[in-house]
């Protein structure tokens, strides 16, 4: 998957039962794609389809440190990430 804005990636391994991969490989092979890039584009879209609101709920229910604001460095050196 090649993005015009590279985002940084990582590494996972996660385990599945052997009937699980045989039917991702024959569902992959069906699309003409290779396992991964399959598994990988499954996840992503699945992500994409995420609502922001309910995302943005449970992380400010279960990360306490959502709820506080940033000082006004901080808020100053996140802009200048940004540019702007």
């Known amino acids: 998957m090649s993005n015009a804005l ?3 990636r990582k590494k996972k391994l ?3 039962p052997e009937d699980t991969l045989k039917r991702l490989s024959f ?3 069906s699309e003409g794609k290779s396992l991964k890039a399959f598994i990988e584009n499954l996840l992503i879209t699945e992500a994409k389809t ?3 609101e309910d ?3 449970h992380l400010v229910e279960t990360r306490p440190e959502g709820k506080v604001y940033l000082s006004d460095k901080e808020k100053e050196d996140f802009e200048k990430s ?3």
Do not use: F, H, K, T
Request: proline fraction near 6%; charged fraction near 15%.
């Open 27 to 29: 569902m992959a092979v």
């Open 82 to 84: 940004l540019g702007i």
């Open 6 to 8: 590279s985002l940084p």
């Open 14 to 16: 996660i385990e599945l």
């Open 50 to 52: 995420m609502n922001d």
């Open 55 to 57: 995302l943005y709920r």
